[in-house]
């Protein structure tokens, strides 16, 4: 199971929230929102790498949550977490989806981007 299977999986469990895929241009493009507010707590997505300062050509895949400013700056200097692609930086991180940040991880970001944006 790919990393955004098992997040897709996850917040439906979790959250009983389901992908919405809002764009036409961007098909792959998966956004995670609260069922009643419609506030983002998360979008998958895949970008180019240079996007995120990578080396290389091709796209990666990542997860913008949202976290706490005060722990944005250390959780950056994790491998495979980025300043938030396309949103706030002070607010918003990318993970990268390629299996350098463990699931477990990923899913207790998730959980704290639910609850900042409830």
């Excluded at 979008?43 to 995120?52: A, S, Y």
């Excluded at 796209?59 to 200097?77: A, M, W, Y």
Aim: overall charge negative; aromatic content about 10%; charged content about 30%.
């Amino acid at each position: 199971m790919s990393l955004k299977e098992d997040i897709v999986n996850y917040v439906a469990k979790e959250f009983a929230v389901e992908p919405e895929h809002l764009w036409e241009k961007f098909p792959r493009y998966a956004v995670l929102r609260h069922s009643g507010s419609k506030k983002w707590f998360g979008i998958i997505m895949n970008v180019p790498k240079e996007k995120l300062g990578l080396a290389g050509e091709g796209e990666v895949e990542i997860l913008d949550v949202k976290c706490h400013p005060e722990k944005t700056g250390s959780l950056r200097k994790l491998e495979g977490v980025y300043p938030g692609y396309h949103m706030n930086k002070e607010h918003w991180i990318s993970v990268l989806l390629d299996g350098s940040v463990a699931a477990r991880q990923i899913h207790e970001l998730i959980e704290d981007s639910y609850a900042l944006t409830q």
